[in-house]
């Protein structure tokens, strides 16, 4: 397996004028953060606590084992649009009794609790992620009605809601919810009965407790009795981690931390790998991706998969495609990068005159030997579509697929709405294609034909994808998110 050179000068004008450029972007994009983090603001959130009540990301905090990973799904979303940022919800993968878990939290400081459309299809798209990749679901739930203004559009996601937990109690995954509130209902829809397990607090049913421990009247709206009546909610998040050791388990290899986790991996994000095949960290610097050029796609793969190495398939065909294998934390990926011009460079040109016929077929070849391979692909995305059948073949590909798009996008992208995990860096803006094939599979609010420009934070906000990240830490995201698809493989 060769290992891939680097071009990159650090003190070249180029690279510095990149760099400021992705600072600025990052900059934007941390504030969106904090204004989700913030939650419905200073007087809400010191109201809150007032109550003896705990924030949505602290009672993640306390539920998730200590010292493991958490990627927050989907941070912003809402930004851009009449909707709060972050949708009143955090939504997360995180390590609960040794096991990944999707975790759901409602952020009550937001509108009074109330719920939004937005609130719920973010809550979707991990329900969709839980399916997939076969997690546990864990609500931490509290809302107190639904936004006047959306509450047509409320009553149909919330069904939508309802019908997907039904989906994953069909399939055999497991999940349990905590209710902080009176109700057991989001969105006007009763979920009382739609968890394997129901944790409730004892301040807030004030139900009296029977012999045998259980609620002398049933919790919440739904009529069902809770099985774990807490006494508060730090005991709440206990009694919720007991229910998680109760799932059935499955013989999957979880991250391992300490000495295997080797050296460039402080967050012990490593995946499976055995003595003979340790992981090694990248050999290009990392900090290098807030400036290298996203049309050279081996510049960036050689700063985030192992020992910088990949083995190209087909280097003599198709040169505005790179394809290759490697490794990613331990885990095999097939990568696919398309190394030909940007957005603006392709702009009012077809897709047959970015990527030729001989891209096309190598991109073809490329995803059969991957799905036969049984190989997750790794997509990097900027520029244009490779054609109509490479991008049928990425988008109906039976195998794991990883997006992230690096740069200026023009046109739908189809593989985007059938991968497991789709993200973007804070440079890549999308401008539609001006009349999009029906099904274009640009994700939920896709864009119209006549829709201009759109930034990477908006898109996102829009739950286009699964979060905008800083390029320095896209090893560090795909490794946590292979090792959530390596436990659905198991």
Request: hydrophobic share 40%; aromatic share 4%.
């Amino acid at each position: 397996m060769g290992v891939l050179d680097t071009a990159v000068d650090p003190r070249a004008q180029s690279y510095l004028d990149a760099r400021t450029a992705m600072l600025a972007s990052l900059a934007e994009l941390e504030a969106g953060l904090d204004a989700a983090r913030e939650g419905g603001g200073e007087r809400a959130v010191t109201r809150h606590h007032a109550r003896g009540k705990l924030l949505a990301r602290e009672r993640v905090e306390l539920l998730v084992d200590r010292d493991s990973p958490l990627l927050e799904l989907s941070p912003v979303a809402g930004w851009g649009t009449s909707a709060p940022v972050g949708a009143a919800v955090v939504t997360a993968l995180g390590m609960v009794a040794d096991r990944p878990c999707v975790i759901v939290a409602s952020d009550p400081t937001v509108r009074d609790g109330a719920v939004g459309a937005g609130t719920l299809r973010k809550i979707q798209r991990a329900q969709q992620i839980a399916h997939q990749n076969r997690l546990p679901v864990i609500g931490l739930l509290e809302a107190s009605g639904t936004e006047p203004a959306e509450r047509s559009e409320v009553t149909g996601a919330a069904a939508e809601l309802r019908a997907g937990l039904a989906r994953l109690a069909g399939a055999g995954i497991p999940s349990t919810a905590v209710f902080f509130g009176d109700a057991t209902e989001l969105g006007g829809a009763d979920l009382s009965d739609a968890f394997d397990y129901l944790v409730g607090l004892r301040p807030v049913t004030g139900h009296a407790v029977s012999s045998n421990g259980r609620p002398d009247r049933p919790a919440g709206a739904g009529g069902r009795p809770v099985d774990h009546l807490a006494e508060d909610e730090r005991d709440a998040l206990r009694l919720t981690r007991c229910c998680v050791q109760r799932f059935p388990t499955a013989a999957a290899a979880y991250p391992p931390t300490g000495a295997a986790a080797g050296a460039g991996d402080p967050a012990g994000l490593v995946g499976p790998v055995g003595p003979d095949r340790p992981v090694g960290a990248p050999r290009h610097d990392p900090e290098d991706l807030l400036a290298v050029p996203v049309t050279e796609p081996r510049e960036i793969l050689g700063r985030v998969l192992d020992d910088s190495a990949l083995d190209e398939d087909q280097p003599g065909a198709g040169p505005a495609v790179c394809a290759g294998w490697g490794t990613l934390h331990g885990h095999r990926v097939a990568a696919l990068a398309h190394a030909g011009p940007t957005a603006g460079a392709v702009a009012g040109h077809t897709a047959s005159a970015a990527a030729g016929t001989e891209e096309t077929d190598k991109t073809v070849r490329f995803v059969r030997r991957a799905v036969a391979a049984g190989t997750p692909l790794l997509v990097l995305r900027h520029g244009t579509t490779l054609g109509p059948a490479a991008e049928a073949g990425l988008a109906g590909a039976p195998i794991p697929t990883l997006v992230v798009r690096v740069g200026p996008w023009r046109g739908v992208c189809a593989v985007s709405a059938q991968a497991r995990f789709r993200f973007a860096w804070p440079g890549a803006s999308v401008t539609p294609t001006p009349t999009p094939p029906a099904g274009d599979g640009a994700g939920p609010g896709s864009s119209g034909p006549d829709s201009a420009t759109e930034s990477a934070l908006r898109r996102s906000g829009r739950l286009a994808d699964d979060g905008v990240i800083d390029p320095r830490d896209t090893r560090t995201v795909l490794g946590f998110c292979l090792s959530v698809i390596q436990h659905r493989r198991s």
